[in-house]
């Protein structure tokens, strides 16, 4: 993995495309799901956070099918362009068998 500060800039233009998937890299609850869970999220897309000064707010939502939800956690996930990365992921909600997550981001802004 490629260390480098995430930003809104690093994921825009990258929704619709996916992401492979590892097992977790740090256990936050109860066993997750290490098979049967999904191995492909698609970015699914960008939520913008409220505004503030010298900060940056967004959300990244992914969605996945399958019958497994897996439990938040750090997940390892490798894409084409970006590489890889580390994200904490947390199950935000359910369709029939698509599962979507959220990974959360608020920081300094660069310069600030």
Known sequence: M??????????RGQEGSSFSLSHPLVETGPAPATSGGPSVMVLDRIEEGPSAPGQEQYALIFQAESDEVLMQGTYHLDHGTLGGLEL????IGRTGRTVEYQACFNHLQAGD
């Open 88 to 91: 904490f992921l947390v199950p």
């Open 2 to 11: 490629t260390e480098r500060p995430f930003s809104r800039a690093l994921f």
